[in-house]
């Protein structure tokens, strides 16, 4: 998922340096990212995962959530958190496909929130979705908060 | 959502002037608010997202709310939350009218905490509700809080 | 339900004042409690609140109370969450007489931790309820914490 | 609850005084914790409670153990969460006695913890459990966090 | 479990001391992770717990893990959650195979951050998982956050 962001964010723009750092587990992302802000001075990090479809899984995933919000509350600085649960496809092929695009999505909306914020508003309300068909607009605007994780 | 809160607000009053923060998920709804405290010295906010009907919509709803509870903590401010479900109503055209509804009875609100105080204790317990019906009045009094997003 | 209270601890006591601040919602109540600790320097308060009987209410009432939690460890000092669910009763009229007797049990609770705390420590573990039928003692003490919101 | 654990503190061992704060509900506990840490100087503190059976009273219980985890980190200093359910017993009698029991084995958890932590790297692994049947051993060490609430 | 992340840690390399600390239930290891990061200036933490298959159990196994996630973020620093819940084998025997590899693949993992974070990218993507059978890689890279506990 990483990789496709990253292909995705220098088919994007350019004027940015990326650090990557790999954890074992979803519940590991939140001090990472801490670690990417405070050591490396990130201004935004995009955390990946893919949460298993257990109910402890989907705990685990809920706890790993709540920790990326507090880090980002902590230094006023965004994290996009891009989870990918392993039942949200049937079959591998989708689940690919769904990682590949949620991921490149997720790049942009990162991409956006750095550099280009009035393109986030021009979006509000549109219905775009990440991964998977979009639920194309309702109203015309004020829809902020729309696309969902 | 939010254009309807910017409309109702200039109909109600001024005095006042808005900023505007556009996120790409309810999830980063939270650090929006937080830098709309700290960089522009905001007095309030209004934070505007729709969740989806999904469980793992319910969850990122759960958690975006968490995060919005701590900023307003962090900063002693309020943050008015106004949050549509997708699945409050069955169809499109309900669904937009309860966004243009709740959106401008939460603006109300937020201009009746800064400037009008005495406003919101007079209709404490009068059973108003943030769009559809009203449940109206059960006691004369004292039901402050009673209000639901 | 602030009503109930107000008049409640004006028949038990007097060497205090009371300060009011109304919200919208009960999301709004624990940065309203910060509000009272920090500029009213209230020593104790009241949060009076009444949930809906929707999953996304009980969601709301969580988070309120996770908010206030926060709120009262941020000052170490105690805040009584009266809350009534709309779903407690079956009719208005029982509702009404649980907020008004919840409301005063809650009073009396925070009035003695400020002024008289051994009364407390002395109904540990007699099994009163704020609302409905006490439960009757079990043990003759040690149960602090046994009485309920 | 609080008289069984101090029967047993004392048949223990000695050096150590306690102190005492009664509080009306679950959720007013870890308030009562923090002003136990900082005013009292304790360096540790039992927190008895006994939540209901209704799914409200679990949701209040769960917060009361967030807002206790909270304390516990921000002292660094252990709180031992002593909660027996209502539910957990059919009749008055066990419930008493499962009352007593566990207040009695985590006293003894709290006076190791402060007075002799080697007893508790030896307990480790062994499946003792607070109040009824203890699960017996199955491997031989290592299972330290295996007692539970 | 901790005998068995030990024992692994030896295998695995050296460059390292070892402080171990014992608490009698999976909601006192925060504060006990918190102790080992400020009194013992540990740089990495594995907490080790077994959470029982009743609800409250997994009630407290999530408070355990909320108040693992908040001492990680306040030190900024790795604490690995090895749980292995009491359902997850049907016999004695299954979960004691479980609780030896779940704890030395995690021992392995925390060697890793430490020690040789390049090897945790190279992992990524491939579908190991910690205990039980691995899932296979599904596409080359990018899965960080996929090793679930």
């Known amino acids: 998922m990483a990789s496709s962001a990253i292909d995705e964010l ?3 723009g350019s004027g940015y340096t990326i650090a990557r750092y790999t954890v074992p587990g979803i519940k590991d992302l939140p001090v990472a990212c801490k670690i990417l802000f405070s050591r490396n001075q990130c201004d935004l990090v995009m955390a990946f995962g893919m949460p298993g479809p257990k109910p ?6 809920q706890i790993a959530s709540q920790g990326l919000m507090q880090v980002q509350i902590e230094y006023g600085k965004h994290i996009i958190e891009v989870f990918v649960h392993e039942d949200e496809a049937d079959d591998e092929k989708t689940l690919a496909w769904l990682m590949d695009r949620r991921s490149r999505e997720h790049a942009m909306n990162a991409y956006n929130i750095l550099f280009n914020p009035k393109a986030l508003t021009a979006m509000a309300g549109t219905g775009l979705r990440q991964g998977y068909e979009d ?4 109203i015309d605007s004020g829809r902020s908060g729309k696309i969902r994780h």
């Open 10 to 12: 220098h088919r994007i």
């Open 56 to 61: 402890v899984d989907k705990s685990s995933a």
């Open 135 to 138: 639920a194309g607009p309702l």
